[in-house]
């Protein structure tokens, strides 16, 4: 089975570095480069290589039939569904991650993927880079030829938060071909965006809203500091009021130590507040493990779990199946086991230097049932 993105994909993303990187899509192998081309000895050697077997630069997963980390069948399912049917080599979908700029310390987080990170991650890890942002975001899309695009879509950091991608959705407008273009975001939620964009967004195709949330309330408000659920929340619903563009929403969470006992009342809000998007078209809600990229996501494994904390969290769990990756977490949580209390020196840490309290601020059957 051919990946559509082998000929119509590209990824452009930034390195904490300030540096660029290329490839076909982001679970790929990536290259650095000084300018984006499509055309890329990189690019056009997995292209020749696709035609004849998965390239060694792809995601192992892609060669697991059924696997839900299978990008390949996962894409072949959209393009089919939504793409206009063409064989040409042309930009159909570009992916970009212009910007590590974000508000937030997530507290799976890194200097990886967040700018706020910067202040306080050496503490964690000493010899972490930090990013480097530049006053004026390049505009490393300039020029390529988007005059066949069909989707885009934003992450960071906070995408939200970088004027450049407002830029491209005015250059894809000017092109006439806004219209024909389906926009997402990776979004924490915390920034609407302004009328500008908005009015460019009521042009496009739709708009998809991947809101990284993790958890409601006050565990939210910790997992994802200094963010306030109230005004993160209110931002949702003025969003699904939004009717003069087709927003549709994606609610995912990234489940670990700290917020596993939040999840019936995640999946609860979702129900009742955020089912539907603008034009009521039902929206999704999914969860799957921390990973382990960061020091937060190392600290906060589920294999941590203690032998009583494992009991409480299954017996809840088998109540949530219904919900896209409960059953993941379920076989994580039984088959990895490390019980170990490591993560509370990790929260105390982060209180000492945020002035917050995670006994607090967290469901804490944890903490009771160490």
Known sequence: MSCPYFNQGLFIGSLPEGKTHISMCCFQKRKIVDEVNFNDPFLTSIRKDSATQIPSECDPHCSIPGHV?????????????????????????LHLEQSLICNLTCISCSTQFSSAWNKDYHHFVPNA????????????????DLTQLE???????????NGDNKKILQH????????????????????????????LWNKARFVRLFLSLDGIGS????????????????????????????????????????????????????????????????????????????????????KHLSDKQCELALDMLYS????????????????????????????????????????NSLAFELYRLQ
């Open 69 to 93: 980390a299978n990008e390949r069948e996962n894409s072949t399912v959209e393009w089919r569904d939504l793409f206009k049917e063409s064989n040409t080599t042309a930009i159909k979908m």
């Open 219 to 302: 565990t939210f408000e910790y997992t994802r500091y200094p963010a306030v659920w109230k005004s993160v929340n209110d931002n949702i619903q003025t969003l699904r009021e939004h009717k003069d563009a087709c927003i549709l929403i994606e609610v995912s969470g990234i489940i670990g130590m700290h917020n596993i006992f939040n999840l019936p009342n995640f999946f609860d809000w979702w129900k009742h507040n955020c089912k539907t998007g603008s034009h009521g078209d039902e929206s999704h809600i999914f969860v799957k493990k921390i990973d382990d990229w960061s020091f937060g996501g190392k600290s906060l494994d589920l």
């Open 129 to 144: 880079p930090k990013i480097k942002l530049k006053k004026f975001p390049e505009e490393k899309w300039k020029n390529l």
């Open 172 to 199: 894809l407008e000017k092109l006439e071909v806004l219209e024909n273009v389906m926009i997402s975001y990776n979004t924490n939620g915390t920034i609407l965006p302004d009328s500008e964009t908005l009015r």
């Open 320 to 359: 949530l199946v219904e919900y896209p990756g409960v059953n993941d977490l379920i076989t994580t949580i039984k088959n990895q086991r490390q019980p170990g209390d490591g993560w509370i020196n990790y929260l105390d840490k982060l209180d000492s230097l945020r002035n917050t309290n995670w006994r």
């Open 151 to 161: 989707k885009l879509h934003f992450t960071g950091g906070e995408p939200l938060l």
